[in-house]
């Protein structure tokens, strides 16, 4: 670690890392743990990498001994876009995944560490076939509106990145790909998709909007293509996943399904067992060998704080590494466990002299995209995130992450931590950390003393969904439904309410007929009604918010032109309904203007 000898000589913090205590002068770490036995700091278990390119790397500098993509057959297009990208050799997982798919026809479940190229791993394979398609058809397949491969990613970062990658390859190989994340306008990602599409990156709730409008369809896919399997099931998305695995299964062209995570847990086996059976036959399992474990090019440490105050330690960490970050040109990751944790600590570090970007579900749309995209150009070098930044991204000049809040489960560190020392380069992961965090670190401890991978139990994710779900009040079933399935309730429940409540309601079942038959009540009318009045309310402001807010107010009277439309017309179809014809017509003005036309 960098030098650290000088850093904090406040006795409240300690600091170890993976190869010897730091700072011997403070308090002895058992002491600050408040333990009786004494809490040794644990080195990595070195697990052996695969060779990476350098910075800048020659075909001809490869040894033999190392695979290259030519023993793949790949077409001349295909390696000249590697080649663009300075890619000459496989990583193990890409070396697995390639084979099989060229091999046979099974669906592809894979997984393997952080920054071990997944993402070309299953591309390479994906672009290659698309232009085999082709070739065999002697014909372009490209085809408005209907993709010929679909790729799912959780967040709109992910599917610009993803894109990004995809269409350098793309770029030689000469097929079209479209990235839809609610990035441009919803009728601006339509006019895309009426260009022609064949590999389309989405998320998945901007996909089922187009879906669901027949926007785009699935009738020529022959690819579809799951990333971080992980995060959208802790996301609770396991339902919509399997509605497109079946949509997959029943579709003509019975494309190929490809699933991939940086971990591999229960739920993920369950969901490939009840889609695909247990058989060998259609579906293929492949895990790394190294997968559940920490990066071995990457040094851990960890600083203990007694003290409920991290943000002064927090300053003297970044002081520590500036030297090292601007030398090298890199960049940090911080990472917080809740948005208003990240916004203070934003205001905090502003008023510190850091300048930084923040990466989290309450930034803005276009905002967020920014930020993005200005810590992608390096033009700031440090982000703030919560685990929304944790899973995908990839920056590779990264090479230090900050767990400010300690993460509450091992797949969130293993996350955290893969933002750093990316394809093999060298990074630095540091954590402050309470009392309360030491049950995840010990488990980190033993699982590198042991030798064994990590038990991969959920996420943070996982833990906000049921506690939304636990927010939500639950649901009554009606009084007299429950009265008549239970025997004690009949008991308890005297013979004459059951039977003035059942009077009860079916006198307000009559009434709200009788409206709709003698007053002409009409729900759906009654609610666009609401909604206008809402609106109309909304452009009631002061003349300078009026100036400043033109665009939001012109959006606003569209949607009041809109309504009012949908209420007049809705009004004409039901009074048409009872008259005649000619009067049906409007006093027989459209007959005239016909006849004179």
Known sequence: ???????????????????????????????????????????????????????????????????????????????????NMEIYTPTPIQDLVIKEWFKSKRNIAFA???????????????????????????????????????????????????????????????????????????????????DGIDILITTLDRFEKHHNKHNVHLSQATHLIFDEMDTFLDASYEEQINKYVDIGIK????????????????????????????????????????????????????????????QQPLLGLLSQYKKYIEKTEGGTIIFCNSIPSCQSLEYFLRDNGYDSVMLHGDVPKKLRIQNFERFKRREINLLLSTDLGSRGLDFPWVNHIINFDFPKTASDYLHRAGRAGRAGRKGYVSSLYHNKDFKLIQELQDSNNEGRPLNIKGSAYETFQKKEEKKQPPRQDDGLARIAKSPELQKL????????????????????????????????????????????????????????????????????KGLTRKIRTRGQENGAAGKSPSKARGRGRSNNFNKNK
């Open 1 to 83: 670690m960098l030098g650290f000898k000088n850093l904090f000589r406040n006795p409240a913090i300690t600091i170890f890392s993976k190869s010897k205590l730091l700072c011997p002068t403070v308090t002895p770490l058992s002491f600050a743990l408040n333990l009786h036995k004494p809490f040794l700091p644990f080195q990595l278990q070195h697990v052996p990498s695969y060779a990476f390119r350098s910075s800048r790397p020659q075909e001809k500098m490869i040894p033999g001994s190392i695979p290259t993509f030519k023993t793949y057959d790949l077409s001349q297009s295909m390696m000249q876009g590697l080649s």
């Open 251 to 310: 579709l003509p062209t019975k494309p190929r399904m490809v699933f991939l995570s940086s971990t591999f847990t229960e739920k993920m086996k369950k969901l490939f067992v009840s889609n695909f059976g247990s058989g060998k036959d259609t579906f293929a399992l492949l895990i790394d060998k190294n997968t559940h474990y920490n990066l071995s090019n990457l040094q851990h440490d960890f600083l203990h704080i007694a003290k409920l105050d991290k």
């Open 112 to 194: 393997a560490q952080t920054g071990t190229g997944k993402t070309l791993a299953y591309a390479i394979p994906l672009i290659e076939s698309l232009k085999r398609e082709e070739e065999k058809a002697k014909t372009i397949l490209t085809v408005p509106r209907r993709p010929r491969a679909v790729i799912f990613v959780p967040n709109k970062e992910l599917v610009m990145q993803t894109q990004e990658v995809i269409k350098k390859i793309c770029h030689s190989v000469k097929l079209k790909t479209v990235g839809i994340c609610g990035r441009d306008s919803f009728h601006g990602e339509i006019e895309l998709l009426d």
């Open 493 to 560: 429940v005297p013979a004459d309410y059951i039977q003035f409540r059942k009077q009860w309601d079916d006198s307000q079942v009559a009434k709200q007929e009788h409206q709709g038959r003698v007053r002409g009540f009409k729900p759906g009318k009654d609610v666009d009604k609401g909604r206008l009045k809402e609106l109309k309310k909304k452009i009631k402001m002061p003349k300078n918010e009026r100036n400043e807010q033109r665009k939001f107010i012109k959006s606003i009277q569209n949607r009041i």
